[in-house]
């Protein structure tokens, strides 16, 4: 090391750490502006205090969303349409922007439905799925049940509308909104498109009490529904029927 890169570096170590003087010169404009500073202060408590309010206010909210909630579901579940219907719509009201809240929507939805209030039912379908976001299964499940509350209010174009929305989705129930679609082309007439929903049916939904109605409905409209799978277990060619037991 060079002498004048020695003289250089003592010098250095002379000057002042760069943090200490600015924490000096912080701590000589705090005693210089004290005003400000209990200003500063006091905003900062206001602040926290802010936070825990909101904090505590959204978790008070949670909370009572919950009790409401299972609350309704007990009756909705003791088949208590009315009672279930309030509790639900009104969670829905009140506390609309909590999970369970929305939740309650597709809940007052049905209950509507069952208490003859197709209108309400729809209103409530509709705020849910305008309150997102939401699981692409929820929404299916939505727009299916709509499209069901739809069509008994002859609103055919509109139900087939949502159905294809819900087809659109991938859920666990896309066999059942697939029929549905079947069957709306079928009541519309239009049989081409009936037996490609219904063909499209039975091979979604291997076990479902609606197959062999899909399949009537295939042969009745002229065409020729799939063959029936062999159960498993059977060598090809084998029929089932014709094995005997000993």
Same mark, same amino acid.
């Given at each position: 090391?060079?002498?004048?890169?020695?003289?250089?570096?003592?010098?250095?170590?002379?000057?002042?750490?760069?943090?200490?003087?600015?924490?000096?010169?912080?701590?000589?404009?705090?005693?210089?502006?004290?005003?400000?500073?209990?200003?500063?202060?006091?905003?900062?408590?206001?602040?926290?205090?802010?936070?825990?309010?909101?904090?505590?206010?959204?978790?008070?909210?949670?909370?009572?969303?919950?009790?409401?909630?299972?609350? %309704? #579901? @007990? $009756? *909705?579940?003791?088949?208590?349409?009315?009672?279930?219907?309030?509790?639900?719509?009104? &969670? !829905?009201?009140?506390?609309?922007?909590?999970?369970?809240?929305?939740?309650?929507?597709?809940?007052?939805?049905?209950?509507?439905?069952?208490?003859?209030?197709?209108?309400?039912?729809?209103?409530?379908?509709?705020?849910?799925?305008?309150?997102?976001?939401?699981?692409?299964?929820?929404?299916?499940?939505?727009?299916?049940?709509?499209?069901?509350?739809?069509?008994?209010?002859?609103?055919?174009?509109?139900?087939?509308?949502?159905?294809?929305?819900?087809?659109?989705?991938?859920?666990?129930?896309?066999?059942?909104?697939?029929?549905?679609?079947?069957?709306?082309?079928?009541?519309?007439?239009?049989?081409?498109? %009936? #037996? @490609? $929903? *219904?063909?499209?049916?039975?091979?979604?939904?291997?076990?479902?009490?609606?197959?062999? &109605? !899909?399949?009537?409905?295939?042969?009745?409209?002229?065409?020729?529904?799939?063959?029936?799978?062999?159960?498993?277990?059977?060598?090809?060619?084998?029929?089932?029927?014709?094995?005997?037991?000993?």
């Amino acid at each position: 090391m060079t002498e004048r890169a020695k003289r250089i570096s003592r010098k250095e170590l002379r000057q002042p750490d760069e943090f200490i003087s600015t924490s000096r010169r912080v701590a000589e404009w705090g005693r210089d502006n004290p005003t400000y500073v209990t200003w500063g202060a006091a905003g900062l408590v206001a602040v926290l205090l802010i936070a825990g309010v909101a904090s505590w206010w959204m978790e008070s909210r949670a909370r009572s969303a919950n009790q409401q909630f299972y609350g %309704a #579901i @007990e $009756l *909705y579940r003791a088949e208590q349409w009315n009672e279930a219907y309030d509790g639900f719509s009104t &969670l !829905a009201d009140d506390l609309g922007s909590t999970d369970y809240g929305k939740l309650a929507r597709i809940y007052a939805a049905r209950t509507a439905a069952k208490v003859d209030k197709p209108a309400e039912a729809i209103s409530f379908y509709e705020g849910f799925l305008a309150n997102g976001p939401h699981t692409a299964a929820l929404e299916q499940l939505a727009r299916f049940e709509m499209a069901a509350v739809l069509q008994k209010t002859g609103d055919v174009d509109r139900a087939r509308a949502e159905l294809d929305k819900a087809h659109a989705l991938e859920g666990p129930i896309r066999p059942e909104v697939t029929f549905a679609l079947a069957k709306v082309a079928d009541e519309s007439g239009e049989k081409d498109r %009936a #037996i @490609e $929903l *219904y063909t499209r049916y039975l091979e979604e939904a291997q076990q479902s009490p609606d197959r062999e &109605l !899909a399949r009537s409905r295939i042969v009745a409209l002229g065409g020729t529904p799939p063959a029936p799978e062999m159960p498993q277990g059977f060598p090809p060619g084998m029929n089932p029927l014709q094995v005997q037991v000993e």
